[in-house]
């Protein structure tokens, strides 16, 4: 499990979890930055290891390898904590997952019959957030283990925000001359409203599961 500097391991709940993930979307965001501006300097991996504070690498040879060992283990995406940390058979027999990953799949059909979504930049919002809502829940979904209750609301959090923001999406595309008709945006709100639902429902369970375990404020202080 992570840890803050200085603690002890003790499970985390949902809001000690959700500072965790906004670390290290932080540094990765920073690190992407870092890579933009001095992708053509020489010293760019130097730099870039001064920066984000990896002092360790000061004095490496190989700074390619060196600074992507750190960046796998220090900042690592949702794909990556679900292929190093957890089962993927487990995510992917849920249905909540099924119906979010369905949802990327008609998204897909909707764009291969109608080139011009491409460039609607609702339709690519909705596209992108629909994506990043099944990714949230294979990583709140892949396993089973009681103690990482809180990382598992953490990620359903993380899913609900995305696909409130693919719903938003949607809803800008079905205006008055949209690039979509109306029985394709009616199943489409019955398949986002389908994962969204079900987040919701899944987060309530596993709130009352925390609650029964931890009690109501857990190990928050």
């Given amino acids: 499990m992570a840890e803050y500097e ?4 003790r499970i985390w709940d949902e809001y000690e979890w959700e500072r965790f993930l906004q670390q290290q979307d932080g540094k990765t965001e920073k690190y992407m930055q870092l890579l933009e501006t001095y992708l053509d300097d020489p010293d760019r991996d130097e730099i870039i290891a001064r920066e984000m504070g990896w002092t360790q690498l000061l004095d490496a040879k190989d700074w390619s390898a060196e600074v992507d060992a750190l960046l796998d283990e220090g900042v690592t995406d949702d794909e990556e904590a679900v292929n190093t940390n957890r089962s993927a058979e487990v995510f992917e027999e849920h249905d909540l ?19 011009s979504l491409q460039n609607e930049p609702a339709a690519v919002k909705l596209a992108t957030h629909a994506a990043l809502a099944s990714a949230k829940l294979a990583a709140a979904l892949s396993g089973d283990s009681l103690d990482e209750i809180g990382m598992t609301i953490a990620y359903l959090k993380r899913a609900l925000k995305a696909i409130t923001i693919a719903m938003d999406a949607a809803a800008q595309l079905r205006k008055p001359a949209g690039p979509i008709t109306r029985s394709q945006y009616t199943v489409l709100q019955q398949r986002l409203f389908r994962v969204r639902d079900g987040i919701i429902a899944l987060m309530g369970e596993y709130r009352g599961e ?12």
């Fill in 6 to 9: 200085g603690e002890s391991e």
């Fill in 210 to 221: 925390w609650r029964r375990r931890f009690g109501s404020e857990g190990n928050r202080s």
């Fill in 97 to 115: 997952y099924r119906a979010a990953f369905a949802l990327t799949i008609w998204i897909d059909q909707l764009f291969d019959q109608n080139a």
